[in-house]
């Protein structure tokens, strides 16, 4: 699970830190989710969860007509998004909860988001305000992950972990794969029709540069599964996890990059409002 409080802290603090190689992870799936942004309408869009900005600004770039508003809950990643968006001035961000926040400029012909609405406390209140809140009929495209075995980089991570005993976890607390089940995103798309998925699997890159393995262990150190349990582990369980951590990114390694299978979902859904 990660809660909001997280993103508002630590994690959402590594992420800004680390935004360069975030994106980097995403890239073999931007291309896809930006070819279906931008065969959707929209003068008002939102990015949802928008984080460092990759979307916003690609958007912003991509529409220089349209008003583009960034939306997130951590204060660093806004502050690094803004950052980055000097200059534009057709795209903004602010510090906000999307599931109750409301645009200032208008209702949003098109809601977008990279793999930031799985997140959300209660799924099926969210996507309803962002409905209510909406132009007639606007549009929404996001990404988000499909199930933990389909996602090679997280379940070979998880792998190394000491056995522990089992816990009933939620699998659809908010976290990177709340949104695995498409009937549960059904579900919670209240407010919603005409919701579509396609199958994206791509290629979630590690490390690259002089040292791939370097650059691997230090980015999964810092984010994701592997970072919470470096953080978690007791004392006499961490060095048996980084030393299988290490030897994984090695296997991992292969001309000049440490890529891992990655799965994701491109969901495309109308809002119900008209
Ligand atoms: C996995 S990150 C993705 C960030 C960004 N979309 C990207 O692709 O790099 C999820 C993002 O959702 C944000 N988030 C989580 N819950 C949110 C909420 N209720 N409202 C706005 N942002 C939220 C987090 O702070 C984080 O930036």
Request: charged fraction near 20%; glycine fraction near 8%; charge should be negative.
């Amino acid at each position: 699970m990660t809660s909001a409080s997280d993103w508002q802290g630590g994690v959402g603090r590594n992420w800004a830190a680390e935004w360069e190689r975030t994106d980097r992870t995403f890239a073999a799936l931007t291309p896809d989710l930006l070819r279906a942004i931008a065969a959707e309408p929209g003068a008002k869009v939102v990015d949802i969860g928008c984080g460092a900005g990759e979307i916003a600004l690609a958007v912003a770039r991509d529409r220089p007509a349209a008003q583009v508003v960034g939306v997130d809950i951590s204060a660093e990643l806004v502050e690094t998004a803004m950052t980055r968006a000097e200059g534009l001035a057709n795209l903004s961000f602010t510090v906000a909860d999307a599931a109750s926040w409301i645009a200032p400029g208008g209702a949003p012909d098109l809601y977008v988001s990279r793999h930031g609405v799985m997140f959300f406390e209660d799924p099926p209140a969210a996507f309803a305000h962002l409905a209510r809140r909406a132009a007639p009929g606007a549009r929404m495209v996001f990404s988000c992950f499909r199930s933990v075995s389909e996602n090679t980089w997280a379940t070979e991570i998880r792998e190394l972990l000491p056995p522990a005993k089992p816990v009933a976890a939620d699998p659809f607390a908010p976290g990177p794969f709340a949104f695995a089940d498409p009937d549960h995103v059904r579900r919670c798309l209240k407010g919603w029709r005409d919701v579509t998925f396609r199958k994206l699997d791509f290629a979630y890159v590690a490390g690259t540069g002089t040292n791939p393995v370097a650059d691997a262990l230090s980015l999964l150190s810092r984010i994701g599964p592997a970072a919470a349990a470096i953080r978690t582990l007791p004392d006499n369980a961490r060095p048996a996890f980084e030393r299988g951590l290490l030897e994984l990114v090695q296997s991992r390694h292969v001309g000049g990059r440490v890529c891992f299978p990655a799965a994701a979902w491109l969901v495309s859904a109308a809002a119900d409002n008209a």
